[in-house]
């Protein structure tokens, strides 16, 4: 009886702190009032850690919360907004520990350059930058930094980590196989050391972001690419250095700029309007647009499995549903594919394809890749539309990885034992307990280049080449997206805006006709997450449990990037991965 009453006091308990959750998210929520902007207007862009491509779920909870809640796509939205709008008179550009790659940066700067063009000023207050917080504010018209602070420039490196040595001593063996001489995904579990093509690669990427860092420097600063070059060998530097050397104009503090601002602008007050709060206002008389386009976001690691975290992963069954989903919206003119992803499960990937080229043929698409699109990520990129790549996304890695791991030696050595029986040949090809014999590796090879062969055909249709001529730009190598015009794996150099002018003139849009971008997936509450999930079997307790685990893996792996790379690794299998994650600084 005690326990009966225990369990209903319980179960009490857990509804009424249920209806207290949704009831404060509710009133959060519905609090939102229409946004107002004052003319005058300074808009405040501070971005601060990650810019994902696909919006997280909102949480109406401090602890929660994720940040920065806005996507690539509504920051290049609303910049654009801001240009055309008379009531923002100027940018003021706050970077801190801005957590995009290369391609994305690109693609901002692009933005404040544009806005920039249209007559307004953009001004850049630092705070200890990073290469990337300094390559976003040489968009600027002018640069500032606090006297003491200090400028972290002083060129890029890329570090690769190598984990046989510590596994051998704890017994563990990670066994791998691949198909193409470059994909060298696992060879941080199973080697010591790069691989001639690993290096090669990877000293090609530096080339091409060095070059690209020093030319961007140059323009913004006014100097000679070798001057520039001739000044990173001396960094990091400190702030009065910095000016000394025409890095930065200004040596102030935040509200010394503002000032500097408000004067520039010959206004008696400064009226600063946020990220956040500008993305959700309009402008001033526009009209709802006819016509729509669809943004269809894959964003992550590739995965079949539906119960993984949304903000971090594509998996098969959501991205099939979307696209099913704007299929059968007769709303939409045509359609913008945005692929971030490193690649991951070969079966999904070639899921997803066959989805996407079934849209094609439906709606008029163009693909637009950003920072990664490499291996899955460019698989599902092979509809046969018109590629767009930024100069420095990270893409083909054309080729296939399996890899498991053998624990034996650790059971050994922590006295474990495992018996294993079985019938069929290849019953324990993928046991983590015995390692694979001479005709178990040959099998699995067999396996391996057949799915290698599939994904060459893939190409080969999607870039309308012969296999053959394929192939030498294939063996799972990756490549810049500049690198990757010049072997005719993508078509064009280009980001959002040539995108929207591209899919507007392929759908037969007027180039001047405003047309309404809707994002898929679209933005979540917290409620409606809830909701959706409990049409099923699970209820409030394990989303808030996942809510914290996965806070804490975050905290672990602190790029969007990195954890889905893990996920994808952790799962094993016949993978379609890009062979590593480059973090370049």
């Given at each position: 009886?005690?326990?009966f009453i225990l369990g209903v006091l319980c179960g009490l308990a857990f ?347 439906k709606k008029p698409m163009i693909i637009s890749m950003a920072d990664y ?59 983590e307990y015995v390692p694979m014999d001479a005709a178990a590796r040959e ?143």
């Amino acid at each position: 009886m005690k326990k009966f009453i225990l369990g209903v006091l319980c179960g009490l308990a857990f509804a009424g702190l249920a209806g207290v959750i949704i009831a404060f998210a509710a009133i959060r929520m519905g609090g939102e009032k229409p946004v107002a902007v004052s003319d005058n207007s300074v808009l405040v862009l501070k971005l601060d850690g990650e810019i994902p491509e696909k919006p997280p779920v909102d949480m109406p909870f401090p602890f929660l919360e994720q940040q920065p809640s806005i996507t690539m796509l509504e920051l290049w939205s609303t910049i654009n907004r801001a240009g055309d709008d008379a009531r923002i008179k100027a940018i003021l550009l706050e970077p801190r520990n801005v957590g995009v790659g290369w391609a994305n940066l690109e693609e901002i700067r692009q933005q404040l350059l544009k806005f920039r063009k249209k007559g307004k000023l953009v001004y850049a207050s630092l705070h200890t930058p990073g290469t990337r917080e300094y390559y976003l504010a040489t968009a600027a018209d002018k640069i500032y930094i606090a006297p003491e602070d200090h400028i972290d420039v002083k060129g890029l490196r890329i570090e690769s980590s190598y984990w046989k040595g510590t596994l051998d001593k704890v017994g563990v063996q990670v066994e791998i196989e691949h198909a193409g001489r470059f994909k060298d995904f696992g060879d941080q579990y199973s080697r010591t050391s790069m691989t001639p093509e690993t290096r090669e690669v990877l000293n090609g990427f530096l080339d091409q972001l060095y070059g690209s860092m020093v030319n961007v420097i140059a323009e913004g600063r006014k100097k000679t690419p070798d001057q520039v070059r001739a000044l990173i060998d001396q960094g990091p530097f400190l702030a009065k250095k910095a000016k000394e050397f025409g890095l930065v104009d200004v040596l102030a503090y935040n509200d010394e700029v503002e000032e500097q601002l408000k004067g520039a602008l010959k206004l008696s007050e400064l009226k600063k309007t946020s990220l956040k709060t500008y993305s959700k206002a309009k402008l001033p008389g526009a009209a709802t647009p006819k016509k729509r386009i669809a943004f269809l976001v894959a964003d992550g690691g590739i995965s079949g499995d539906m119960n993984l975290d949304p903000a971090d992963d594509v998996t098969a069954p959501a991205m099939v549903k979307l696209m099913k989903d704007i299929e059968k919206d007769e709303s939409i003119s045509g359609v913008i594919f945005r692929v971030n992803s490193p690649g991951g499960d070969a079966l999904a990937s070639d899921l997803m394809l066959h989805q996407a080229r079934i849209l094609s043929k439906k709606k008029p698409m163009i693909i637009s890749m950003a920072d990664y699109a490499a291996s899955g990520g460019y698989m599902i990129s092979m509809t046969g539309d018109t590629v767009l790549s930024y100069p420095n996304t990270i893409t083909g890695s054309i080729g296939v990885v399996y890899g498991k791991g053998n624990l034996r030696g650790l059971y050994d050595k922590i006295g474990m034992n495992k018996e294993i029986l079985t019938r069929g040949r290849f019953a324990a090809i993928d046991s983590e307990y015995v390692p694979m014999d001479a005709a178990a590796r040959e099998k699995l090879r067999e396996s391996i280049l057949a799915t290698y062969d599939s994904f060459l055909q893939v190409v080969a249709e999607g870039r309308k080449q012969k296999k053959e001529d394929i192939a030498p730009k294939a063996e799972g190598r990756a490549w810049t997206g500049s690198q990757a015009k010049q072997q005719a794996l993508v078509d064009e150099l280009g980001g959002l805006d040539r995108a929207l002018e591209m899919i507007k003139a392929k759908a037969k849009i007027d180039a001047n006709e405003k047309v309404g971008i809707v994002a898929y997936p679209q933005r979540k509450s917290f409620v409606e997450q809830w909701l959706q999930r409990n049409q099923g079997e699970e209820a409030l307790a394990p989303v808030i449990d996942k809510a914290v685990i996965e806070k804490t893996f975050k905290a672990v792996f602190p790029t969007a990037a990195e954890r889905s790379w893990v996920r994808t690794y952790m799962r094993g299998g016949m993978m379609s991965v890009s062979p590593y994650l480059i973090e370049i600084r």
